[in-house]
């Protein structure tokens, strides 16, 4: 079974969906929607070129997924101000077809619901969204028996713009 994790930008998915990864991380892919802009600089160092910043995000995701033993990441690289619709769900289709997709885990967002609602309906692929506290939770993932693993992996989230990245929940909840 393969799972493809959606998050909207490079840190929420860690913050949100570790626990659940490190369960079984070979399954899983993460797919990042947004280009990352840098504006919001670095939390210890705000004064960084956005190019920079931007360099240090892609480096960290990378760092992440293989500390994790995730073995496909990606960026779609769309326009925070302007995304095209038919082509993040063509991306999402294309994923879910060549890659085998069972699952999909994405950053709750009101122009995202509709898209991956639909497809995980003409694909038959279970949905799950994280970052949403509306309803009763279909899954969850109690991360205290990953405590060590959190703390190498919080070591590993140099690019975040600010500490709260840092504060994970202590139960992953999937609506």
């Known amino acids: 079974m ?21 369960q079984n991380s070979s399954e899983f892919q993460v797919m ?10 670095i939390m210890a160092y705000p004064r960084l070129c956005t190019e920079s910043v931007e360099a240090q995000r892609r480096h960290d995701l990378l760092r992440i997924s293989k500390k994790l033993g995730i073995r496909r990441t990606m960026n779609l690289n769309c326009s925070r101000k302007y995304i095209d619709i038919e082509q993040l769900s063509m991306n999402i289709k294309l994923q879910s077809t060549f890659n085998g997709i069972n699952e999909i885990y994405y950053q ?3 122009l995202l619901t509709p898209v991956i609602n639909t497809i995980g309906k003409c694909y038959d692929i279970e949905i799950y969204s994280f970052k949403n ?10 991360i205290s028996k990953f405590y060590n693993e959190l703390h190498e992996i919080k070591d590993l989230m140099i690019g975040i713009p600010d500490r709260s990245y840092l504060d994970f929940p202590s139960v992953e909840k999937f609506y």
């Not at 990042?32 to 600089?41: E, I």
Request: hydrophobic share 35%; net charge negative; glycine share 10%.
């Open 2 to 22: 393969k799972k493809l994790i959606l998050s909207l930008d490079v840190y929420s998915w860690v913050k949100y969906c570790v626990g659940l990864v490190l």
């Open 108 to 110: 709750y967002d009101e």
């Open 133 to 142: 506290e509306n309803g009763i939770p279909k899954k969850t993932v109690d």
């Open 32 to 41: 990042t929607v947004y280009r990352d802009s840098g504006l919001d600089g």
